[in-house]
């Protein structure tokens, strides 16, 4: 059902006009296949004289997305209870016992979601929290999200333990902005140190890179944000590792990007490890 379902999406897809992308630059794979990795816009920078056809380019990128995140909820809903609940266990069990998870002090997760249909995050966040008082040394500095509004902002903020979560109006966990002593809590863009890592969610991947998200821009936007300021800070920029159920996974050149869409370093799924850029190959 799954493979007919990607099958037809991506007959439909290819029906849908997109703009052809700049040649690809290339990765490769710790196989030494060659990964083709796209450019950071398939929609061409707006010019002066070319608004209206800018405009139809990005239209039509927005409609492949939309058309695709359509198919990837039908492929999650059809994924029965044992098998998320395996890959869930084999990409956290991944995760824990990597080298890079161990090595990593600072890092910013996501709260997993189950109404979401997000790969479980459970297991890492615990992992990282203190378990008990007198076990701080072993934890390590953990920053999840805050949606602010509805205009892409969204902060990172650290918490200690789960019970610093609750819920929104999305009946979402989500820290909450003060702690238990009434102090805002620390926002990982006023932090005086640079996180190691980044555990991203998504709709749908593939092994050149690309996510696609929900369409809200949030993680897009903060993550700009992000590396910008490292840049300015002179800090080595986060591996950016996205966390994948098996059918969130795309041929490449299905997920259309633009402008914004910002690329991943590594892919875990059940599977295992996809390192992609030169910095997962070198760090994973």
Known sequence: MIKNAVASLMVRLHHLPLPRAAPASTYRHHHHHALHLPPPASVPLRPAAGAAMSTT???????????LRTEVRRALKALS???????????????????????????CA????????????????????????GQEELAKDLYVPRVEDKNRNMRMLKITTMDDLVKNSMNILEPSPVDASGNDREDVLSSSSPIDLFLLPGQAFDRTGRRLGRGGGYYDTFLLKYQELAKEKGWNQ??????????QIMEEGIIPVNSTDVP?????????????????????
């Open 57 to 67: 380019a990005e239209q039509a990128v927005a409609d492949q997305k939309r058309a």
């Open 81 to 107: 209870p044992d098998q998320r609940a395996s890959e869930d266990l084999a990409i956290q069990t991944t995760i824990l016992d990597s080298s890079w998870f161990k090595a990593s002090k600072r890092l």
């Open 110 to 133: 996501y709260i997993s979601c189950q109404q979401l249909r997000e790969v479980d995050t459970s297991k890492i966040l615990a992992e990282c929290l203190p378990s008990s008082p």
């Open 238 to 247: 986060p591996l950016l590792v996205a966390l994948s159920y098996s059918v």
């Open 264 to 284: 991943i370093d590594a892919l875990v799924s059940s599977s295992g490890v996809i390192p992609i850029s030169p910095t997962a190959l070198e760090r994973m």
